[in-house]
Structures are given as C-alpha cells and as structure tokens.
C-alpha cells in the first residue's frame, strides 16, 4: 500500500493533467524515491493508485531506464558511457570502478553501498569524463579523483553506521 | 558582439533572480507582446528568420502556422518546452535552463500568447538536477509575480505552466515519443500524419520547440526581426549557441552569430588541439550528423552551409575526433548508443542498429571481414530517410556513412591487421 508521504506526493502531481495515468512515471519515481526502487508491489501500489492495470503499468516502468525495477545499492553511479567521455578516457574509469568496487557493470558492490551503471550523455561533455552519484554530478574525473569522491561516500556511511551501534 | 541568449549568464553566479531579471529589462517583451495581436508576433518570427535549434533546423514560424487558430480552434492548446537534451556530445540548453531560467519562462509565455495555448510543460531530461530545482523556483516566482496563472498582467490571456521530470531514455527528445512519454505511456513514436500541430497531447493541438528555440523569442519581440537578422552572418536569424568537446585545449560552449566558420571556433574559442593530437575530424551538432574532415574547417556553422558540406548544424555542439583516438572505436561508441536507446518500435531500427554494433565490436577485437564494409554501407542505405518511424535511425547511420567514406583506411587496417592499431596489445 502507497503510505501517505507517497499518496500526498503523487496526488500533488495529478493537478497538471488531464488524466491520472499522465503521473504515473513520476508517481513510480516517488515510490523509487523512498523505498529505494520499485517492487512488485510497487508496481501494484502505484497501478491501484491510478487505476491502471499492473500490466500495463509494467510496460511503463520497463520501458525508462532510470525506473529500477531491481534492487541497487545505497548509492547509485552513473558513468558517461557517450562518445565525449569515451573520448576523453571512460574506458580507463570503467577499469578502475569495476576493479575498486569488485563489480561489472550493472551490479551492486558487496557491501551495498554501490551499484554501478554506464550512462547516456550527462551533459557534461566541456568536462569530460563525467558521471553522477545519486543527484550528484562530478566531472573533469581521472581514476584519483574517482576515489576521493568513492571514500567521501565510505566516510560518511562509516560515520552513520557507528552511530547506529548505541545499542546494547 | 551581442549576446542576447548569454549575457545575463556567468557559470560563477548563481542565476539572476525573478527582480535582477526583470531589472535587465526582463518580461518587457511579454508587456510589449501582450499590447500585439497574437498574429502579428508569428509574423515577426517569421520575419526574424528563427530556425529551430533542436537540431533538425525547421523554421519555427512555419511550425507554429500549423496550429489552429481563432474561435474554432480545440482548447486546450499545449505548448511544451523540449529540455529532454540527451544527444551526446550536447550541453547547450543546460545552461540557458541553469543559467537564466526566467529567460525561458518568458520565452515560454510569449510564445504560448502568440499561440494562444492554454497550458505548458517543460519536460525536463532527469539528470539535470540542478535545472530542475532552478526552473521550479522561477515558475514559482512568475506565478507569484502574475507572470502565469489567470488573466495575466490584465491582458485577459491566462496559462498554467509546469515542469515535467523524464525517466530517461533518449528517444523521449522526439517529438512525438515525448508527447507518449507526457502521457505517461512508453515513449514510441506516434505516425504522422497528424501532426501534434493538430492532434498532439491528448489529442489536443500541441507545439513542441527546443529551450534554445524559446529563449530566442523574447527577444525578437523587444528588439525586432531586423535585429535578430543582422546578429547572423546568414539569412538565417540570430546567434547560435556553439559548443566543442574531445582533445581540444579549452572545450566549452559560446555564443556567436549564426553562420561562424568551424575553424574559428574551434581554434579561437576552443584553443586548438591539445598538444601532441592533430584534429582528424569532427560530428559538428552531436551523434546524430554526419563527420566532416579537415576539408570543410571553413564552411560556416549554419543548417545551409553544414548540409551542403554533407552534415547537419544539428545542436551545433561540435565532437573533435583526433588522431590517436580510433574512428571505429568511436563509431561503435556511437552505434551502441544508437542501439541502445533504440525504442524498439520498427524492425529496421531495432535489428538493423544492434547488427551494425555486433559488426563493429567484430572489427574492433580484431574478427572484422572483407565483406563487412559492403555489409555496413549497405546498412546505412536502409536504415535511411523513409525507412523508419522517426528519425534516429537516420540519425544513427549519418556518422556511419560519413565514417566509412572519410576513415576507410582505418576500417581497413582493422580487418588485414585483425586488430585495432590503437589498442596497445
């Protein structure tokens, strides 16, 4: 079932169009956003919400790649797969993430806090290569700078985690 | 040299807000244009020569002429912003929607005016958080300030505008996959006739230009279709947003007349190649067009002059291939993309893009054939013009083409050296 955090969310959306099912991608963007991707049930919340069938809400959710219909990790990278960042040396940060983070593309690390994933063009081309964490975006990137930013994101789970073992 | 896009634009700064805009003479051309008729702003776009700037370089007069006008026109009239910028190698709108978000709300509005439409989106490609968040606030503050919403400034003319996220996917920067994207549908795109012109969002007359496009207008109605003429070096009106990306000295992205030589951007903006690479080519508007060779440094960056060159202005954001970077490899970067991100709706597309890709791959890891180069001409001969729904499969043979005609020796070598030369072992 959608909680009301979701429901409030999507209902705000449904006022700028004619029909309920125009939301219903940014309604599985909501439900992404909070349950870190969509389920099955998901699926089925969002569908029941718009009076679609899940069925065809699939067909929806499939088709856009920024739609997780599996598991990611904690955060998710995105590295600029597109010909200006190919140019200006994607495949020598491909190397280096997938050997730092022991993964291929589209898998998420051992300890959950990365999934990795190649991207369309990020716009950053003056720049390049580039890639996103999450709603981050860094550029003018070089296997050095790659793990600067990688342990920055280490530290801070570091931090929330031992704060989390107060318990007994 | 003027900059009308730009000027009000540092990358240092954060973007003028709603009083700094209006204070630079920001929402006078939407005064100035509620005191015309409807009509009378179409016919000064016409005047002013204003060519789409989303690639494909259609006149943005003659598009709108499609739409129906006057008391027996369908209502709602949509007009959406196409922000979805995804055409690798493509910067350009980022930073007018980062840079000046009022300029394209403005834009927005007097055009929705000069069309009468009743309600606007902007669809906005995911990645561009920082727009977003940037774009929200300045629709809010124009709703606030009575730039949008019921009766605006008193004219009588009212229009919702709101701001429409994607969930990815290249193909939702055509038209009329966006249009399915808009609806919440799979973006495929729709067969036309009818023309969203006619029959566009939910069956309602829709008109879809570029940011670019819509950051132009304002300023034609303040200063005239003279002016926005003689800011071109062509008869094409206004400047162009020209970028530059690869192994350049400083890649970046400028402001010039319309029509600028490729040489001058690229050695006076861009700096020239970096030390130690020599220029061997370049896609002068993105994936999509074809290569031009050092031949054509001085053709003038406008739709004419590129296409009699053999290419396309497209989003004029210029990719360098230098020469110690693989044109095969850099073509099977480009064709993956291109098969990637095909939707998947007509056989020729689908099957024909990941065929060219597999091929290529082949050349690259050094199992390329004879017989492979025919294979691939051929391929861009199908994959051509009529051949398909909408238009990236064209798209995707342009470089192709180009690629096979200007870097043959380099094909070559793949297949007798069953290797790629730029690769080390």
Known sequence: ?168 | MEKPLTHNISSANEPPELAQYEKSGGYGALRKAFRMAPADIQAMVKEANLRGRGGAGFSTAEKWSFVPMGDDAPHPKYLVCNADEMEPGTFKDRLLLEGNPHQLVEGIIVSAYALQADVAFVFLRWAYKLAAGRMERAIGEAYRQGYLGKNILGSGFSLELHLHSSAGRYICGEETALLNALEGRRANPRAKPPYPQVSGLWGKPTIVNNVETLCNVPHIVANGAAWFRSLSHTADGGTKLYGASGRVKKPGLWELPMGTPIREILEEHAGGMRDGYEFRGLLPGGASTDFLVADHLDVAMDFDSMQAAGSRLGTGTMIILDDRTCPVGMLLNLEHFFAQESCGWCTPCWAGLSWIEQILQDMEEGNGRSSDLERLESHTRLLGPGHTFCALAPGAAEPLQSGLKYFKDDFERHIHERRCPWRQN
């Not at chain 1, 209902?11 to 309920?20: I, Q, T």
């Not at chain 1, 963007?29 to 069938?53: C, F, N, P, T, Y």
């Open chain 1, 1 to 168: 079932m959608l909680s009301e955090q979701e429901r409030n969310e999507i209902e705000a959306h449904l006022l700028h169009y004619p029909d309920s099912r125009a939301v219903c991608i940014e309604a599985l963007k909501i439900v992404q956003r909070h349950r870190g991707w969509v389920s099955d049930e998901g699926i089925a919340d969002v569908a029941e919400a718009l009076q679609m069938s899940a069925a065809e809400l699939e067909g929806v959710a499939t088709f856009y790649n920024m739609i997780f219909r599996k598991p990611v990790g904690k955060h998710v990278i995105l590295l600029c797969d597109s010909v200006s960042c190919w140019i200006m040396g994607y495949e020598r940060l491909r190397e280096h993430l997938t050997g730092r983070l022991g993964v291929s593309l589209g898998q998420t690390s051992a300890d959950g806090l990365f999934t990795l994933l190649p991207n369309v063009c990020l716009g950053a081309c003056d720049h390049a290569p580039a890639m996103m964490v999450d709603d981050a975006h860094y550029q003018d990137l070089d296997p050095a700078r790659i793990d600067e930013i990688l342990a920055e994101y280490e530290r801070k789970e570091g931090e929330s985690t031992d704060g989390k073992t107060t318990d007994p």
